[in-house]
C-alpha cells in the first residue's frame, strides 16, 4: 500500500463531491489536521476510519487502497442499459420495455 496514492485518490473523491476537509472529517469523527495528514501520505488510518471514509466518499475500501475500480453488477447493468436507451424516442423505450418484460416472462416459463 502507497500512502501517498491512497492519499490522492482520498483527496481527489472529496474534491469531486466537492466537500472539504474540514466537513469530511465531521463526517468521519477525526480532526480536519488528521484528513490534510491522509491526504498528503504521511498518515495511515485505522480500519475504522477507512471503513468511515469510504461510506463517505461512496468509495469502495479496495478502490481507496488499492485503486481497484469494479463495478458492481447492478451498476454495470445500469450503464449497459442506458447506453441502449440513450437517444432513443419515448416510444422506443416503452416498446423496448415491453419487448424486455415479455422476455423476461418467456425465460421464466421455459424454467418451470
Avoid at 496514492?5 to 469531486?16: H, L, M
Avoid at 487502497?65 to 442506458?82: D, P, Q, T
Wanted: glycine residues 4%; charged residues 30%; hydrophobic residues 40%.
Amino acid at each position: 500500500m502507497n500512502l501517498i496514492e491512497i492519499g490522492s485518490r482520498i483527496k481527489a473523491q472529496r474534491k469531486n463531491i466537492g466537500i472539504s476537509q474540514e466537513k469530511l472529517s465531521e463526517m468521519i469523527f477525526v480532526s480536519p489536521h488528521y484528513i490534510y495528514e491522509i491526504e498528503r501520505g504521511s498518515k495511515a488510518m485505522s480500519l475504522e476510519t477507512l471503513m468511515n471514509m469510504s461510506e463517505a466518499l461512496s468509495l469502495s475500501a479496495d478502490y481507496i487502497l488499492f485503486g481497484n475500480r469494479s463495478e458492481s453488477r447492478s451498476e454495470a447493468v445500469e450503464a449497459r442499459i442506458a447506453n441502449v436507451f440513450e437517444g432513443c424516442t419515448d416510444d422506443e423505450i416503452h416498446l423496448m420495455l415491453s419487448v424486455a418484460e415479455s422476455a423476461k416472462n418467456a425465460v421464466r416459463q421455459r424454467k418451470e
